[in-house]
Structures are given as C-alpha cells and as structure tokens.
C-alpha cells in the first residue's frame, strides 16, 4: 500500500538534530544494506580479496623485529635520560654478569658461619664449562676476582678462616678499613644485615652476610656463564647445614623466573582460547548436525587472526616499533571479534519470517542493515579511542595504540565482509541440508529438533529478566547497587598509587622473589646502585670543582652514608707518597692538563690500588701523549618508599651534578633504574590525559554513530562508571598504576562501549512504550552482548591463580571490566533508558518513503524489525517499517 508523503506539520515536529540524527542512521543502514547484498551476492570473491588485501599487508612482516630495549619503549623521546644513556654505552658499557648470595644465622660473624659461607664460596669458583673455568670468567682487579664480602678481609684463605676465633673476628672487622685484596676501601656494614653495635660503635653481631660475584660478560663465554650461574643457583638452593637460610639471585634470575612464568601462563591463554572456540560453536549455532557453526566459528578466529597480520605488517612496514605489551592485543582484538560475531549472527536469527523468504543476499543484506551500525559503533569508537591515544609521550603505548586501532579497523573490515561471506556460504551449506562437519554429506529430509530451534538466552532475557529490571522496586535498588559500587570505586580510584616495583613480576614462589623479599628484611635501606659520570672535560683544572660536587653528593638524603666510591682520595694519597719535589708546588692535583692525565694513567697502570680503579676511568690512547677523556664515580641511594620518592631523589641527584659549575651535561648520574622513573614521571599523567582523551571521543562517537544526545550520555555514563569501577577494584586488589596496568585502563574503554552501546543503539530502533523497548533491546541484543562479554571471561579464566603478577593482572582487569561493563549495558542501561529513553528513530520523517514493492519477486530494500514471537523470531514493525526503492 502506497504510503502518504509527510506532511509539512509532520516534518515541522523534528528538530534539525533530529533529522541529523535520523539521516546518519539512514544512510548507514543504507551502506551496510547494500554491502550486504554485495557480499551475499558474491562470497568467493569476498573471501579472495579479504585473502589477499590481508595477505599483501602482512608481508611487512618481513622486517618484523620486536624491541626490548626499555628507554625505546618507555622512555619519552625528548627525556635527558636518552642521550645519557646513549653517552654511557658509548664509553662505560656493561660488561658484567653477577650472583649475590645472602647467608643468614643467628650470628653470621661465628667461626662456624664464616667457614659456611667460605664453602660456598669454594663450591662457586670450582666451576668448569668447555674450556672456561670460573677464573677464565670472573672479573678481575690486579690478580684476584672480583667477589665482594666480608671474607675478603682474609683473602678467602681456608686456613686462616678455620682458625678464627669470635674475639679476632670482631677484632678484624672492626679494625681493617681496607680490603688486603683489591685495595679499596672496605665498608663491611654494606656486606652485613642486621648488625649490632655496642656502645662504642663497634659491630658485636649480625645475623646475615652477602656474597657477590662478578663476571665478565663477553659474548664468546656468555653461555658458559649463564651455565655457571645456574650451577651457583641450584648450589644456593640446596642450602647449607650451618646456615638457617640461603637465598640467590643472578643475572638470568629475573628472565628464567619472570618470562618463564610468563612462557607457561601462555600456554594457559592457548588453551582459553580454545575455550573460547567451543563456547563460540555451541552459542553461536543451533545444536544439530546441520545448523551448529563450528567451521564458521572458525572462520571467526581466522578473521581475528587475519587482522592481526594486517596490523603488524602495516605497522612493521611504516616503522612503528613492537613492544612486549603488544602480546595482549591478539586478545583484546578476540574479545571485540567475538562480540561482533555474536551480533551478526543474532541479528541473522532475528530475520523476520518475511525477510526469511527473502533470496540470500537479500537475507544478508538485511542481517547487515540490523547489525552493521551497532557494529560501527564499538568499532569506530575504539578506533578513534586508540587512535588519540597514540599521541602519547611514551613510545611503547603509542606503538600498541597505533597497532590496535589498525587491528580493530581491520578486523571491523573483515567481519563485516569476510565473516559475513563465510556466513553466506555456511547458510547455502544449511539450506543444502548438508553435514556441519562432513559438508560432502547431505541429508534428504533433514528435520531439526525443537530444542535446537530456541534462543534460550533471548526468552530469558523476554520473559523473565527483562521484566524483572523493569518493575519500579527492582530498579531502586538496580540504582542503589550502582552508585553505592560508584561511590566506593570513586574512594578507590582517587587512592590508586603509582608505584612501580619490579619484584612484583616474579612469580610469589620462585627463589628469586624469595631473594628479593630477603633483601628488603635484611638489607632494608638499600637503594639502587648509580654511577656519575663525567665527560670530557680539564680535570686537572676542574678537581677543586669535582670535590665539591662530590661532598655534596656524600651529603645528600637520598645517598645512603659511606657508599660514595671515587677514585680521587687514593690518587691523591699516592701523589703524596711520590715525594716529587715538582708536584709539591700543587695542593692537592698538578693543574697542568697533561700532567694530570699522565700521572692518573700511571696510577690506573702501575700501583695495585689504581688498578682497582681502572674501570671508573677512561683514556684516549690514540693520540700521544694520552688523555683522560672520561671517568665515573659510584655510590647508592637510599631506600625510598615508593617512586614519587625515588622521582626526587634522581631529581636532587640531577641538580647537584647540573649546577656544579661544570659545563651542561658534562655530569650526570645514570644507573638502569632512572629510565624506570623517567617513565613514573610521565606515566600517571599521560594515563589520565589518555583515558580523559578516549572519554571524549568515545561520547563523540556515540553521538554521531547513535545520532541521540540523550541515548549518547547515558551509554557514556555507563563507560565512565564501569571505568571507575574497575579502577577502584584495581586499589582495594593492591594494584598500583604502573606500564602494564595503564595500558590495561585504557583497554578498558575500548572494551566497556562494547558492553552499552549495543544496547543503546539497539534501543533506539525498537518502538513501543519505555518498559517495552529495553526489554525489546535485550532480546534482540542482548544475547550477543553477554556472549561476547562472557566469551572474553573464558579466555583468561585459567589465569586466576596464575603465579605471573602481568598475567594475574590480566585477568583481574579483564574480570572486572567484563562483570561491570556487562553489568551496566544489560541491567543498569535498561533501567535508565526506560525512566529517561528518547523516541526512537523514524526514518521516515528523513526521506521520502516509497511503497513497500516487489523487486524480482521479492521485497526489495532495507527494512527495520520488531520481537514478536515466543521462539524469539521477529516480525516487521509496522512503526519502523522503512523500505526503499531500487532507485536507493
């Protein structure tokens, strides 16, 4: 029956936003109409050009190579911190490997303790490995290894250790300043935990004592010291019958125990995965032997996997880095591919039986017109989401974020042509009546059982929770439970900390985090190791300034007492002891430059304490005669409470060596640990500005892909209070922001629209009263949402109890995020749009309508549904109804 056209009046009733709103939605469902039926009308073709688009892509990956480096990932481009280091690697790199070994006792200044740890000592430099013994490896000064401990004070001798006595133990610690071996002076309090003192300042007793070994880390005898250090470790392990307790922690600890927990947390992702695939088989079809979708799931998963190499290889070749975090996304991209899928295959189910008559292209076409714009939504709205956030300082974040947002475009691309091709040729396969499975075989009277026919899901949500949500007690208290969790969460969000602490990436049983929890008993005040280095600059003219820079540095509250190791007090004492008549005229150093750097290579070259000091010092041997071009000096920082902390006491360090009176940068501290805090700097900042910044797009998003002001800012209150929420679960779960749990906030965001703004646009396009129609949302829709959430759920399950702190965080933020954004798009959503929901969309006052016809026999155009039948089929809504002509 030909419609009338609308009248002046009618027209005059909606306002410009209206009719905006009205025409985005029309034109969309246009778009995704006529996609459909391209797709459904040529399949195998599809299927070939998404196969090979994806296929010439991924060759990027040919130069694909993933980035460890910490200061490229983490570290701003701009920070000092990059050219330090890059100076450092130039003319001190690190060559060292290391085992400490902390011995404990109920005094481990007794005989008996001293002679348990010199037996370990002896086991760990027994060592032999093709060809390299422990004294081929070990680091030396002068004659002897390296190896830091209080059994240095007498020379590691066996014999004169098995003959101590408690009186000349306390007499030798107390009394020797400096070590007999490599000439430096000697601390023994750094080498002791625990320590008593009597009233005299003497050190009566201590309960532990640590051993350090060095190593040379050269590439040729690399393998046979990290076969070392796991002989040292399992040695370590075993314990000692006169020591209570023994702990190890080498150069390869934090890798064998850290990524090894990490490489077996993998293989449990793997088999969620496969979790995955078998709820998305039974959920996703109906349970016979000729419409249940296992090659289709498959299909699904492929198409997950496809936007991978899409946005590696895309990625690879235009130079963005990849990082370890990137890891996750195959993740975060089966999460959105999943709920996608759902949605497109519910809105096939949802076919009227009139668009089921339709021929199958038609039939997609329509699937797609339901489903396309509710899929762009999410899509576009994590795009642009991820997209701003890769404007981020951070280098390792931006890079994730540019390769998410090429993954979810890709994988948005492919489910709505790849995935719907599949599912075209899956339902030729149907109507075939051939096997799900064995698809060569073909059934003559296929009839189906009853039970497969129903969407369980679908009249639970029509029949018993729909209704429920909507009687009046039951939304005060869906009201009350939300924001008595937002209230909470907000306490907890305002009180999330940023604190970064390594240890906290070992897993709770391994030795190495017992080494580390050992260290923070014993050796509580312990800071990190730095080093000042120096470039080239007159030394021997810049001493006085150098001194001065260096008593300030022994005074400063962040270094911890007697840790400042310089090199300057032993050559002075040696300059002294020349009796030279020509230096005589100098108070402390000769001034004259090639004086300087003459007798400070002499020292370095010819008396024992220099050589103990070689490696703190650089000469540039090339020219004649040589010159000191660098040097550095050591100390050690305090133990600071959290990384606010340890932020200053860099800062205080920066400012003393900055405003020396040294030429800019000629000075500066570095140790590995700083490119930590120059990241903690920026990074509760730059989480703060990402997620204000994806908030933003996201409701903008909304609003012009949902085309509703009011329907936007209800579905964005539901993101924001699933953000919050998760965010203050993250404080009362002891989680504090650092790298891996901002870059985890941020998929939240992504994530969470996912979960609300299926419903809200679904909403929208369903008439009837305010009660009806979010009830009518959630049995068309609601469905796919759960599944999709509940999907994602299942694919880190398995992580629950996993001992990997990043894997444990995974899953309590995927967790989280799932049980509240589920939460707030199927309860809380539903609840408030029918107190506050707008009208729904009428197409009709935004175009001209045109008689519902007959196209080759069959009704031609896009056409809006309504829910009507028990079994959770649709029929065409009368309000809605929206057809257009061949000419559209």
Same mark, same amino acid.
């Given at each position: 029956?030909?419609?009338?056209?609308?009248?002046?009046?009618?027209?005059?009733?909606?306002?410009?936003?209206?009719?905006?709103?009205?025409?985005?939605?029309?034109?969309?469902?246009?778009?995704?109409?006529?996609?459909?039926?391209?797709?459904?009308?040529?399949?195998?073709?599809?299927?070939?050009?998404?196969?090979?688009?994806?296929?010439?892509?991924?060759?990027?990956?040919?130069?694909?190579?993933?980035?460890?480096?910490?200061?490229?990932?983490?570290?701003?481009?701009?920070?000092?911190?990059?050219?330090?280091?890059?100076?450092?690697?130039?003319?001190?790199?690190?060559?060292?490997?290391?085992?400490?070994?902390?011995?404990?006792?109920?005094?481990?200044?007794?005989?008996?303790?001293?002679?348990?740890?010199?037996?370990?000592?002896?086991?760990?430099?027994?060592?032999?490995?093709?060809?390299?013994?422990?004294?081929?490896?070990?680091?030396?000064?002068?004659?002897?290894?390296?190896?830091?401990?209080?059994?240095?004070?007498?020379?590691?001798?066996?014999?004169?250790?098995?003959?101590?006595?408690?009186?000349?133990?306390?007499?030798?610690?107390?009394?020797?300043?400096?070590?007999?071996?490599?000439?430096?002076?000697?601390?023994?309090?750094?080498?002791?935990?625990?320590?008593?003192?009597?009233?005299?300042?003497?050190?009566?007793?201590?309960?532990?004592?640590?051993?350090?070994?060095?190593?040379?880390?050269?590439?040729?005898?690399?393998?046979?010291?990290?076969?070392?250090?796991?002989?040292?470790?399992?040695?370590?392990?075993?314990?000692?019958?006169?020591?209570?307790?023994?702990?190890?922690?080498?150069?390869?600890?934090?890798?064998?125990?850290?990524?090894?927990?990490?490489?077996?947390?993998?293989?449990?992702?793997?088999?969620?995965?496969?979790?995955?695939?078998?709820? &998305? !088989?039974?959920? =996703?079809?109906? +349970?016979?032997?000729?419409?249940?979708?296992?090659? %289709?799931? #498959?299909?699904? /998963?492929? @198409?997950?996997?496809?936007?991978?190499?899409?946005?590696?290889?895309?990625?690879?070749?235009?130079?963005?880095?990849?990082?370890?975090?990137?890891?996750?996304?195959?993740?975060?991209?089966?999460?959105?591919?999943?709920?996608?899928?759902?949605?497109?295959?519910?809105?096939?189910?949802?076919?009227?039986?009139?668009?089921?008559?339709?021929?199958?292209?038609?039939?997609?076409?329509?699937?797609?017109?339901?489903?396309?714009?509710?899929?762009?939504?999410?899509?576009?709205?994590?795009?642009?989401?991820?997209?701003?956030?890769?404007?981020? &300082? !951070?280098?390792? =974040?931006?890079? +994730?974020?540019?390769?998410?947002?090429?993954?979810? %475009?890709? #994988?948005?691309? /492919?489910? @709505?042509?790849?995935?719907?091709?599949?599912?075209?040729?899956?339902?030729?396969?149907?109507?075939?009546?051939?096997?799900?499975?064995?698809?060569?075989?073909?059934?003559?009277?296929?009839?189906?059982?009853?039970?497969?026919?129903?969407?369980?899901?679908?009249?639970?949500?029509?029949?018993?929770?729909?209704?429920?949500?909507?009687?009046?007690?039951?939304?005060?208290?869906?009201?009350?439970?939300?924001?008595?969790?937002?209230?909470?969460?907000?306490?907890?969000?305002?009180?999330?900390?940023?604190?970064?602490?390594?240890?906290?990436?070992?897993?709770?049983?391994?030795?190495?985090?017992?080494?580390?929890?050992?260290?923070?008993?014993?050796?509580?005040?312990?800071?990190?190791?730095?080093?000042?280095?120096?470039?080239?600059?007159?030394?021997?003219?810049?001493?006085?300034?150098?001194?001065?820079?260096?008593?300030?540095?022994?005074?400063?509250?962040?270094?911890?007492?007697?840790?400042?190791?310089?090199?300057?007090?032993?050559?002075?004492?040696?300059?002294?002891?020349?009796?030279?008549?020509?230096?005589?005229?100098?108070?402390?150093?000769?001034?004259?430059?090639?004086?300087?750097?003459?007798?400070?290579?002499?020292?370095?070259?010819?008396?024992?304490?220099?050589?103990?000091?070689?490696?703190?010092?650089?000469?540039?041997?090339?020219?004649?005669?040589?010159?000191?071009?660098?040097?550095?000096?050591?100390?050690?920082?305090?133990?600071?409470?959290?990384?606010?902390?340890?932020?200053?006491?860099?800062?205080?360090?920066?400012?003393?060596?900055?405003?020396?009176?040294?030429?800019?940068?000629?000075?500066?501290?570095?140790?590995?640990?700083?490119?930590?805090?120059?990241?903690?700097?920026?990074?509760?900042?730059?989480?703060?500005?990402?997620?204000?910044?994806?908030?933003?797009?996201?409701?903008?998003?909304?609003?012009?892909?949902?085309?509703?002001?009011?329907?936007?800012?209800?579905?964005?209150?539901?993101?924001?209070?699933?953000?919050?929420?998760?965010?203050?679960?993250?404080?009362?779960?002891?989680?504090?922001?650092?790298?891996?749990?901002?870059?985890?906030?941020?998929?939240?965001?992504?994530?969470?629209?996912?979960?609300?703004?299926?419903?809200?646009?679904?909403?929208?396009?369903?008439?009837?009263?305010?009660?009806?129609?979010?009830?009518?949302?959630?049995?068309?829709?609601?469905?796919?949402?759960?599944?999709?959430?509940?999907?994602?759920?299942?694919?880190?399950?398995?992580?629950?109890?996993?001992?990997?702190?990043?894997?444990?965080?995974?899953?309590?933020?995927?967790?989280?995020?799932?049980?509240?954004?589920?939460?707030?798009?199927?309860?809380?959503?539903?609840?408030?749009?029918?107190?506050?929901?707008?009208?729904?969309?009428?197409?009709?006052?935004?175009?001209?309508?045109?008689?519902?016809?007959?196209?080759?026999?069959?009704?031609?155009?896009?056409?809006?549904?309504?829910?009507?039948?028990?079994?959770?089929?649709?029929?065409?809504?009368?309000?809605?109804?929206?057809?257009?002509?061949?000419?559209?």
């Amino acid at each position: 029956m030909q419609q009338k056209p609308d009248s002046n009046e009618s027209t005059r009733r909606y306002s410009c936003l209206r009719k905006v709103s009205h025409g985005i939605i029309w034109s969309l469902e246009t778009a995704f109409y006529h996609l459909g039926q391209f797709v459904g009308t040529y399949p195998v073709l599809t299927i070939v050009l998404s196969f090979v688009i994806c296929g010439i892509a991924s060759l990027g990956m040919v130069n694909f190579k993933e980035t460890d480096i910490t200061e490229k990932l983490w570290v701003p481009s701009y920070s000092r911190i990059q050219d330090e280091k890059k100076w450092m690697m130039e003319n001190f790199p690190p060559d060292t490997r290391f085992a400490k070994i902390i011995a404990v006792e109920n005094n481990i200044l007794s005989p008996r303790s001293l002679s348990a740890m010199l037996d370990l000592y002896n086991k760990a430099i027994s060592f032999h490995e093709n060809g390299y013994s422990y004294n081929h490896m070990c680091l030396r000064v002068g004659f002897h290894c390296r190896v830091s401990s209080i059994l240095e004070i007498w020379s590691y001798n066996k014999s004169t250790i098995a003959h101590l006595t408690y009186d000349g133990i306390l007499r030798d610690i107390n009394s020797i300043k400096y070590s007999p071996m490599y000439h430096n002076r000697l601390d023994v309090t750094t080498m002791l935990g625990k320590v008593l003192f009597d009233t005299d300042g003497n050190i009566i007793a201590a309960e532990v004592a640590s051993i350090l070994f060095l190593l040379k880390d050269e590439e040729e005898m690399r393998p046979a010291a990290m076969k070392w250090e796991t002989e040292v470790i399992q040695l370590v392990q075993k314990g000692h019958p006169h020591l209570k307790e023994t702990y190890i922690y080498a150069t390869r600890s934090f890798d064998d125990e850290g990524y090894g927990a990490v490489n077996e947390d993998i293989n449990l992702l793997s088999v969620g995965i496969c979790i995955v695939l078998i709820f &998305v !088989i039974i959920t =996703l079809g109906r +349970f016979n032997l000729v419409e249940h979708k296992l090659l %289709l799931s #498959l299909a699904g /998963l492929l @198409s997950v996997g496809m936007s991978i190499g899409f946005a590696y290889g895309l990625a690879t070749t235009f130079g963005v880095i990849y990082g370890p975090v990137h890891a996750i996304m195959p993740f975060l991209l089966l999460g959105i591919g999943v709920d996608d899928m759902f949605v497109i295959v519910e809105a096939w189910k949802n076919l009227t039986p009139k668009e089921q008559q339709l021929p199958l292209p038609k039939q997609v076409a329509m699937t797609m017109k339901h489903a396309g714009v509710s899929v762009t939504v999410t899509s576009v709205t994590d795009i642009v989401a991820f997209a701003i956030g890769a404007s981020t &300082v !951070i280098p390792g =974040l931006s890079a +994730f974020c540019i390769d998410a947002a090429l993954g979810i %475009l890709a #994988l948005f691309i /492919l489910q @709505s042509t790849f995935f719907v091709a599949c599912l075209t040729l899956d339902q030729k396969r149907i109507e075939a009546q051939r096997d799900a499975i064995l698809c060569c075989v073909a059934y003559k009277s296929f009839e189906p059982n009853k039970c497969s026919q129903k969407n369980f899901l679908a009249l639970a949500f029509k029949k018993y929770l729909g209704p429920f949500f909507m009687r009046t007690p039951v939304k005060v208290i869906v009201m009350i439970v939300t924001f008595s969790l937002l209230g909470v969460n907000i306490y907890g969000f305002y009180h999330l900390k940023q604190d970064f602490d390594l240890v906290m990436y070992i897993p709770s049983d391994s030795y190495a985090h017992q080494f580390a929890k050992a260290q923070e008993k014993y050796f509580p005040d312990r800071g990190v190791e730095v080093n000042v280095y120096c470039g080239d600059i007159h030394y021997g003219s810049s001493q006085k300034i150098l001194n001065e820079m260096l008593a300030k540095i022994g005074s400063d509250p962040g270094v911890e007492n007697g840790t400042v190791i310089s090199w300057f007090p032993a050559f002075e004492a040696w300059l002294r002891s020349l009796n030279n008549s020509k230096l005589a005229k100098y108070n402390h150093y000769p001034y004259d430059e090639l004086e300087f750097d003459s007798l400070a290579l002499r020292f370095v070259e010819q008396t024992p304490v220099g050589r103990a000091f070689r490696r703190f010092m650089k000469f540039d041997k090339t020219i004649n005669p040589p010159i000191l071009k660098a040097m550095y000096f050591s100390l050690r920082h305090t133990s600071q409470s959290n990384s606010q902390a340890e932020i200053d006491a860099m800062e205080n360090l920066r400012k003393i060596t900055d405003n020396a009176g040294l030429p800019v940068g000629m000075c500066f501290p570095y140790c590995p640990e700083y490119l930590t805090y120059e990241t903690n700097k920026v990074l509760q900042v730059e989480l703060y500005r990402n997620l204000a910044l994806a908030g933003a797009c996201v409701f903008f998003v909304t609003l012009i892909l949902i085309a509703n002001v009011l329907t936007s800012m209800i579905v964005f209150t539901c993101v924001i209070f699933t953000l919050v929420d998760v965010a203050g679960t993250m404080y009362f779960w002891g989680v504090t922001i650092d790298t891996a749990s901002s870059i985890l906030l941020t998929l939240c965001v992504g994530l969470a629209v996912d979960y609300s703004a299926h419903i809200g646009h679904t909403f929208m396009t369903v008439s009837g009263s305010k009660k009806e129609r979010p009830v009518m949302a959630l049995t068309e829709i609601g469905p796919a949402v759960f599944n999709g959430g509940f999907s994602t759920f299942l694919a880190f399950v398995l992580l629950a109890n996993s001992n990997s702190y990043g894997f444990s965080l995974f899953f309590r933020v995927f967790f989280t995020v799932v049980v509240f954004g589920l939460f707030h798009g199927l309860v809380y959503l539903p609840v408030v749009l029918s107190w506050l929901g707008p009208e729904p969309y009428d197409t009709n006052s935004v175009h001209k309508s045109v008689p519902e016809k007959q196209f080759n026999g069959h009704l031609e155009g896009p056409v809006s549904q309504n829910q009507d039948t028990e079994n959770g089929e649709t029929e065409l809504s009368p309000c809605i109804k929206a057809e257009e002509t061949n000419q559209v």
